[in-house]
């Protein structure tokens, strides 16, 4: 074959390929369910929309949430359509629907394809969760919280460094990520473990290693995965690195599970122990026990130091929010001490972290799901087996008909309204509530089970650092009237705060 030839054929091949790409589009299921976004005009410019939609996720959901509210659109994502739902009634018939229907495991599979990554066994025996679920819900916490608040000062003192009188700039997501891992690493592997820098830094890493294979893998056909899985993913040789820092106890913990049965008078008490308790019973390897404590700091440490990370920006922005924030710090911590109870009366703290996790989010859509069978929506519209779906959250969480002025950022708006309502609705309103207006953490069976701990720790952090820190933004003189924090980055469905951005902090001046 010549070369003219073999470029003729070159571009018959090529040509066939964006055919059969096409044609897939075109032939989809989905095709009764309206498209939003640029490019929805025609399924032939799937693609130009999925890639579009990476850069401009935020207004696409916004377009479509604000023609189909009450019903639902699709997204074009590059592998796949995603189906997008919203209003009260779809959201609670998403949340009343059984794993088997729609399943929420099924989609972590999917989107950070575990298969190939942590093993099938992960999926299949997820009873690291139900572990969260048990001993980390609110009424335990009183447990496990005072080891946590003793961790806070030292840990903050150490990534927030500052000097008297001097503006010291904080890269703040950097800082944010070393404060929660090592707080939640006091909880998860005791207090000896969670000083160490590096074992730290391998559970931060662990989780950035998930999203790099998953998103390299889902570019390979399933029948090539398993080959190339262990040529891109880095997750085996996170755990394998973490298994050197946690080999050691295991064993000793292995040790006197033998000689003193299920229960001794100074047995730990932290989720490394809850999983063992488990994992012996089913004769699992300390690799599958390091893999279940590294799959939950995945779940805990990007989710809650972003949340910590965007209340820093706002308090560098409206450093007017300190006077009463510290007023309420203050009496609550005389009442009752660096306790539960005291984080309970903190209202306004509660308040701003309610507000900065609707205004900033850490996803665009929660609650997702993959359809297990082929299912009716209750708004009549089919759904094929296979389909993502998922509820719109941020434009849920900026609707006015949900909450006046949506669009203003309102620290203590939340605060105000439990003032205003009886004790049920004002339970309601705080951070960790879920309702189908307020879709963060999810809603229902599946929310997240970890809400009430990290509400917990955010508090026991933010409020000392309230305490003990003065704020402001950098580069304040450049931006007039008033200074506003850096925007978010959305990539997708992701909202980040801004990655490498900083605010400047100093030693809070003595009146
Ligand atoms: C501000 C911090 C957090 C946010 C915004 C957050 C958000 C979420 C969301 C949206 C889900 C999915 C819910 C659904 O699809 O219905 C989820 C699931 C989960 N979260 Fe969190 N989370 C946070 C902190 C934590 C913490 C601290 C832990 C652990 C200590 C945790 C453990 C989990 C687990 C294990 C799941 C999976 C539940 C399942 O498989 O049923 N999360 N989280």
Not at 3 to 23: D, E, K, N, P, T
Not at 74 to 103: H, N
Not at 134 to 152: A, D, F, G, T
Not at 395 to 407: F, I, M, Q, R, S
Request: aromatic share 10%; charged share 20%; with cysteine.
């Amino acid at each position: 074959m010549d070369q003219a030839q073999s470029q003729s054929w070159a571009f018959v091949c090529v040509g066939i390929l964006i055919g059969i790409v096409l044609f897939r589009w075109n032939i989809n299921p989905l095709n009764n369910i309206p498209t939003a976004g640029r490019f929805s005009s025609s399924n032939w410019l799937s693609y130009l929309a999925a890639f579009s939609f990476i850069r401009r996720g935020r207004e696409t959901l916004q377009e479509g949430y604000r023609q189909y509210y009450g019903s639902a659109f699709k997204v074009a994502l590059l592998d796949r359509w995603m189906v997008i739902i919203s209003g009260p009634k779809m959201i609670e018939d998403i949340r009343r629907r059984p794993e088997d229907e729609l399943s929420f495991t099924e989609t972590v599979q999917t989107l950070l394809q575990y298969k190939y990554t942590v093993g099938q066994k992960m999926q299949d025996d997820p009873y690291h969760v139900v572990v969260v679920k048990e001993k980390l819900q609110n009424r335990l916490l009183p447990n496990v919280m005072p080891s946590l608040i003793e961790e806070v000062p030292p840990t903050v003192q150490k990534y927030l460094p500052v000097t008297d009188h001097e503006w010291t700039s904080v890269d703040v997501l950097a800082a944010a990520l070393k404060v929660v891992a090592r707080t939640s690493n006091r909880v998860f592997v005791g207090s000896s473990l969670c000083l160490n820098e590096e074992y730290n830094d391998i559970s931060v890493q662990f989780a950035v290693e998930i999203v790099k294979a998953g998103t390299v893998l889902f570019l390979f056909p399933d029948i090539l995965k398993p080959i190339a899985a262990p040529i891109v993913s880095k997750v085996r040789r996170t755990t394998e690195r973490a298994l050197r820092h946690l080999r050691p106890i295991i064993q000793e913990r292995r040790t006197a599970m033998q000689e003193l049965g299920t229960d001794w008078s100074d047995k730990p008490d932290d989720v490394l122990q809850w999983i063992m308790d488990k994992a012996v019973a089913k004769q699992e390897s300390d690799a599958d026990i390091v893999e279940r404590l590294l799959l939950l700091n995945l779940a805990a440490i990007h989710t809650s130091s972003s949340s910590i990370a965007h209340v820093l920006y706002h308090l560098a922005e409206q450093p007017e929010l300190l006077g009463p924030l510290r007023e309420e710090i203050e009496s609550s911590i005389d009442a009752e001490g660096w306790t539960m109870s005291s984080f309970a009366r903190m209202w306004k703290l509660d308040s701003l972290l309610r507000e900065s996790q609707r205004y900033n989010g850490f996803t665009l859509a929660s609650m997702m799901r993959i359809a297990m069978k082929d299912i009716v929506l209750a708004n009549g519209m089919f759904i094929p087996k296979g389909t993502l779906l998922g509820a719109a959250a941020h434009p849920t969480h900026y609707d006015n008909g949900h909450l006046a002025n949506a669009e203003i950022f309102d620290p203590f708006r939340f605060a105000r309204l439990r003032e205003a309502n009886n004790s049920e609705g004002s339970a309601r309103l705080q951070f960790a509530s879920t309702s189908p207006e307020y879709i963060a953490f999810g809603h229902g069976q599946l929310a997240c089970p970890g809400r009430h701990f990290a509400a917990s720790q955010l508090k026991a952090v933010l409020s000392y650092i309230i305490l003990n820190y003065d704020f402001k933004l950098t580069d304040t003189e450049s931006c007039c009237p008033r200074p506003q924090r850096p925007p978010n980055v959305y990539v997708s469905l992701a909202v980040l705060p801004p990655i490498g951005g900083t605010i400047q902090l100093t030693k809070r001046a003595v009146c």
